[in-house]
Each structure stands twice: as C-alpha cells, then as structure tokens.
C-alpha cells in the first residue's frame, strides 16, 4: 500500500520542503489574486457612509423601557434595554416614517434639486421624477443602514451607506430624528393619557359646580337668606371640606386603576395571564398597615378641620406632630413589608435591579403592577375612611333647623364642587406641563456630516488580503496537490517506503553551465558528456555524491564484494546512464580497473558521452564478429575501459539473454575488479529482467519530482521477481 507523501510524521523541514518545491505556483496564485483584487478596487462602486449618533439615557430619571411603558428613576442599564431600542430602529414601521419623510423631502439639496436616489426607481438617477414603490423604498432603506451600539457606551451608531455621498448624510440624519420623535411620543403616552383623563374630569366638574352655583343662587333670592348660623355654616364648611377630600381621593383612585390597566394590558401582551397572576397577590399584614395609615390621615385631617383657630399653638402643633410621626412610621413599615412582600413573589429581584437577564425586565413590570396595587389600596382605604367622617358629619347636617336644612345643602354642595374643581384643575395644569417637559432619553449626540472619502473598496486593505487569500490559495494547492502526489521528491519519501538510499544527487544542470562558461568543454581533446561531471569538476557536489555512491556499494553485500552491477530505472529519462558512466569513474578514480558496458542496445548513448566509437561493440562480441579484446576501447579516465553497444540488434532481449553474455559477464569478472551495465528502463522492456540474473545485484535511479512512486514499487516488484538482487536506490536530481 502506498503511503501519502504527507504525514502527521513528517518534521517541520519537509513540509518547508514542499513549499520550496511549489514556489512557483505559490508565486502565481499570489499574483492572480493580486490582480484579481486590483481589478476589483478598479472596477467596484465606490460606497460611501456617514454615521449619525444617539445616546440613549438608561440611568436617568426619564429612562424607561419602551415596550412597557415604565419610568422609574432606578431602572438599571442592560444590554436587553439597548437591543430593544435597537430592534426600535431596525423595524419596519420606523423605516416607514423615514420613507414618508424623504419622498415628502424629495431633493438632496433644495438648491441643486437633485432627487434623493433611494427614493428613484432601479438605479436612482437624479434626473427621475418619480419615486419608486413605497415598499421598495422601505425594503432599500432597511438594506441600506445598519445599527450597532459603540463599546461599553449607551450610544446607538446608526450608519447610513449609499454610492452617493451626500445621500449617506440625509438617511442617517432622517433615521435619527424618526426615533429621536418615535421616542418623545412613546415617552408622553403615560403623561398623555392622564391628562386627558383630569380634562374630562374638569369639564364634569365644572359643570357639577356651575349648577350647584345657580341652584344656591336661586334658592337664596326666593327665600331670601343671605347666610346660615354660625353652628350651621361650621359643620357646612367641614361637611363640603371632607367630601372634597373624598372626591380628590376619588380622582387619584381612579387614575391610579387607569394606569394600572395599561400597565396590565402592556404585561399581557409580553406575557400572557401573567397580570392575572399578579392580580390575585394579596398581603393581609400590608392590608392592616394601610388601614391603619388611613385612619390617621383622616384623624389628621379632622384635627385640622375642627380646629381652625388653634392653629400656631403648642397643644396643637404637638398633636399634629404626634400624629404625624405616627403616619411616618407606618409609611416605612409598609414600605419595608411592600419590599418583602415583591421579594417574595418575584425571587432574585432587588429594590433597584442590576441584572442583566432580560426576564428581570418582566419582573420590573411585575413590580411596578403590584406597587399601584399597593396605592390603589391605600386609596381605597383612606376613601372608606373618609365616607365614615362623612356619615359623623351628615349626622350633625341633619340636626340643622329644618328652614336651613335646603340652603345648608345647597351651600354644601356647592362648597364641594368649588374645591373639587379648583383641585382637579391644578391636577390638570400640572399633568399638562409634565407632558409638555417630557423629551423622551434620547439625545442626538452628533448628527451626519456628508463623508469627504469612499470606505470601500479599501484598497490598501483589500490589497491585504487579495495578497494573503493568494498565498492562502497558492499553500494550499500546493499541499493538496502533495497530499494527493504520487511522486518521489526526497530522500524522506524513500525512507517512508523501506528503499534502500545509496546516494542523493543533486541537479547538474547549474554546475554544468558554470563549466561551460569557464571554457571547460573538452577533456584531453575529448569532447565527453557535460553531466559527466566525476570527471570535469571532481571537487564538486555531484562528485562526491557519486563517491558516495560508490562508498555504499562496496558495503552493500557483506558476505562477498560486489563485482557486477545493473543500472536502471523504472521510465526513461530519469539519468540511470549518466549515473552509470559518472559511478564508474568513480570506481576508477579509486585505484579499481572497472568496465562500463552499454546494454542499452534499444537507445545507446554512452559513446557519445565518452566520444568513442560507436562501433565495433558488445551486439558484435556477442555475434562472434569480433572479439572483446577488439571491441574494448579505453577512455580518458584512467583503469575505466567501455564496451560500447555497437550495431543496434533486431532482438536485444534474446542477445543480452544468450550464453554468450552470460560467459561474457563471467569472462570479465575475471579482467576487472568491477563491471557496470547500463540497461533498459525496467518497466519499458525486459532487458533488465534478463541482465539482472546474471549480475550480483541491480540500483534503481529515480529522478525527484518526477519518478512515481507506483512506478519504483513496480519496477522493484518485477525485477526481485525473477530473483534479483536490489543493492539500493539512487535519488537523482534533488534540488538540495
């Protein structure tokens, strides 16, 4: 089985290696993506955007949560209160009004008359005079803004982007001022619905007191009295006093049940039968409290009304204050237990709550329901206390003289309905000037100015990452296409696959040119091969790979020296013969009298690569035309003879296969200390096959980058099966 050339056991240095190896596609991926990103730098609409700033005011006495409608000075600031102004600004229905207010604007600027583009049909010339769809213009703009909240800010950025800059300014700035307006509107909705509610009170109460008036007025001329006795006017006075209280109280009951139904109504609609829930609550012990409360306002009450000129004495003032410390001390009593009570039936909800889970919003609801149930309470007992003064006193009125009795109840009744109606107009002017004084929590921080530059393309950082996505890109191609290789690129590879390395030889092709440049071309007047470099330039890298090579060779069989070799390679042109020519010299550059036999009788080029001749050669030795001694030829390497493949054959694999070469290679075992053939590709013919059965063992060249390594398997498969000896494996063109 084939292992991946990439590994989880490969070092660091390989995997350098292989971007070494696929420079060059790196390189073009790089430049490609560089182009690529230039083109669209060139090409893309510039888009610009202008940002338009809203604080929103979460710890202030007018903060509030919108969707309840509750104000309370100690509402606490929450990411859940910011994301609902957000979703605020995100809605449909705000995009809506900033629709209606820019077709109604229609120009950019009123000067140029140029139309906003957003509100055009597809395209948004400004030579349009007509606007598209009103939906289309809703779906562009909310397409066309994005909300986020500045870090650890309470402040909501609310960026417009257009490929017109002037448009940027006028959208942004038109979204603001429709939720700075949304705001103001949803924050006097409370302050609204009570005044409206005292507006009608004072229109009945006028009415009540303009007939109780006219009543007294006409029951005065017909009977003719001008006023009542001092014991009469007294319990009048106080009578009218107390039902005027009772009315006020009344007043507040009523508006304080009409608060506590929006509120309610508000919870049902974010939480379902939840203010059903809450209605049920009851505290018997905040029930006596409020009682008790109530009879000693009323006590307080009676003192003052009973006791008109005792006011400015001690006696007095000390029972006022008494009366007083005592009303003080109830109200922190019920407000303690008020406390206790929430904390009971809301877990985990503080007087002032800090949390930021958005269920502690609902329980913020849930307070404020039970607080006006509390109140309402308060109210309702202190009305039943006053109906009890009430009915003391109508005791007293019905001991009047029956001639005052009638004008008694008229001046009692319009007494009433005169403080009544002077109380529910100053309830009234008051709700209207909190209405009129209330601007909402928002504040428009810093309105859009047109932006002078695109920000987009941003072209130095899109150059950036086009450079970055090419080498991305380059990598990872390179790595995949490795992933998915089947080659041999380095000596790591082989050793992956249990081969043998006898030596590593780099590429020549460099050192060959730097020879040729220096002149050095021939070799005592022998025009011999460049590659050939043992014998050109013997110091060199390739040389000594080559003696290397040699080294190992000696040492590869241990029970008996190696005295004849077969060099091949699993395809053409992978350098078996240059590695062949340069191993002999090798050899015989060490003191070993070696023959280089050419038996690559289907493409011969060793006699080229020494400049002999070509003819007579091992095809006539082996068909008797000629005897070795005749055909052996002597090169410019000292202790090197070649036998070179002379005439080509028209069955090769039958000659290398005869007698004659068995007897052949036996005969020069006896001549020479070591005999090198270079055959055939092993996987192209069978000549290697034959050879090799005959010789003490064969050395595969392979060629990085370019060899597979199904290819090396193959061919060592097929040539140890016809029981052949493998001495090792030569890695040939590796770029160290």
């Not at 390989?14 to 596609?25: D, H, S, T």
């Not at 942004?172 to 609204?192: E, Q």
């Not at 398997?713 to 090792?728: F, W």
Request: aromatic letters at 6%.
């Amino acid at each position: 089985q084939v292992e991946s050339p990439i590994s989880h056991e490969r070092p660091l240095h390989e995997y350098l290696q292989v971007m070494l190896r696929g420079k060059w596609q790196i390189l073009i991926w790089f430049t490609v993506s560089i182009l690529v990103t230039a083109l669209h730098n060139f090409t893309a609409d510039r888009v610009y955007e202008a940002t338009a700033k809203v604080l929103v005011d979460t710890r202030g006495p007018q903060a509030s949560v919108v969707e309840f409608g509750i104000r309370d000075a100690g509402a606490s600031t929450s990411w859940y209160f910011i994301n609902n102004e957000l979703q605020i600004m995100k809605s449909r229905s705000l995009a809506e009004t900033v629709a209606k207010r820019l077709v109604q604007q229609k120009h950019l600027d009123e000067s140029t008359k140029e139309i906003i583009p957003i509100i055009g049909f597809s395209g948004g010339k400004s030579d349009q005079e007509t606007t598209a769809q009103f939906k289309e213009i809703v779906g562009r703009l909310q397409g066309s803004v994005k909300f986020s909240v500045a870090r650890e800010t309470d402040v909501i950025k609310i960026t417009a982007m257009s490929t017109f800059a002037n448009e940027t300014a006028v959208i942004a700035n038109a979204f603001a001022n429709a939720y700075s307006d949304h705001n103001i509107h949803a924050s006097r909705t409370r302050s609204r619905a009570a005044r409206e509610f005292l507006e009608s009170q004072l229109v009945v109460k006028k009415e009540s007191l303009t007939e109780a008036e006219s009543a007294m007025q006409e029951y005065m001329e017909k009977q003719g009295i001008v006023s009542l006795d001092g014991v009469a006017k007294k319990v009048v006075d106080q009578l009218s006093q107390f039902e005027a209280t009772w009315d006020a109280v009344d007043v507040d009951l009523q508006s304080a049940k009409k608060t506590l139904a929006s509120y309610q109504n508000q919870l049902a609609e974010q939480e379902p039968n939840v203010a059903k829930v809450i209605a049920a609550a009851h505290d018997p012990y905040i029930r006596l409290l409020q009682e008790q409360l109530a009879t000693l306002e009323v006590q307080r009450d009676v003192t003052i009304a009973q006791n008109p000129g005792y006011v400015g004495q001690e006696i007095y003032d000390q029972k006022l204050k008494q009366i007083g410390k005592q009303v003080a001390s109830l109200r922190e009593k019920l407000q303690k237990r008020t406390d206790e009570f929430l904390e009971s039936l809301l877990p985990g909800l503080a007087t002032s709550s800090q949390g930021v889970d958005p269920a502690a919003y609902v329980q913020e609801v849930k307070r404020k329901i039970i607080e006006l149930q509390v109140e309402v309470q308060d109210l309702q007992l202190r009305k039943k206390a006053l109906s009890e003064i009430i009915r003391q006193y109508e005791v007293q009125f019905e001991q009047i003289p029956k001639k005052s009795t009638e004008f008694a109840r008229l001046q009692r009744a319009r007494l009433s309905s005169e403080k009544l109606y002077l109380l529910v107009e100053e309830k009234y002017n008051e709700a209207i000037i909190a209405e009129q004084s209330e601007f909402g929590y928002i504040e428009i921080m810093e309105h859009a100015v047109v932006p002078t530059a695109p920000v987009s393309p941003n072209v130095r950082v899109n150059v950036f990452l086009g450079a970055a996505m090419g080498l991305i890109l380059g990598v990872g191609f390179v790595f995949t296409r490795e992933y998915f290789s089947v080659r041999i690129h380095t000596p790591e590879d082989l050793k992956r696959r249990s081969f043998t390395i006898l030596s590593t030889v780099g590429v020549m092709d460099e050192e060959v040119r730097k020879l040729e440049k220096n002149g050095n071309v021939t070799t005592d007047g022998k025009d011999i091969n460049g590659h050939l470099l043992s014998i050109r330039n013997p110091l060199g890298g390739v040389a000594e790979s080559y003696r290397r090579l040699r080294t190992n060779i000696q040492h590869a069989l241990l029970d008996r020296p190696v005295r004849t070799i077969v060099i091949t390679s699993p395809n053409p042109g992978e350098g078996k013969s240059t590695t062949a020519s340069n191993l002999a010299v090798s050899f015989a550059q060490s003191g070993k009298k070696v023959l280089l036999i050419d038996a690559d009788l289907r493409d011969p080029t060793l006699h080229h690569d020494f400049d002999v001749k070509k003819k007579p050669g091992l095809c006539q030795v082996l068909f008797g035309e000629v005897t070795i001694l005749r055909a052996l030829q002597k090169t410019v390497v000292k202790n090197l003879d070649v036998l070179t493949c002379g005439a080509t054959p028209p069955n090769p694999t039958e000659a290398l296969g005869s007698r004659r070469m068995r007897s052949l290679i036996k005969e020069m075992k006896g001549k020479y200390d070591l005999t090198i053939l270079d055959s055939s590709p092993a996987l192209v013919v069978t000549d290697p096959m034959v050879l090799s059965t005959v010789v003490d063992g064969f050395i595969l060249v392979v060629s990085a980058g370019e060899t597979g390594v199904d290819a090396l398997e193959g061919a060592c498969e097929t040539l140890e099966g016809v029981g052949a000896k493998m001495l090792g494996v030569v890695l040939n063109k590796f770029d160290v």
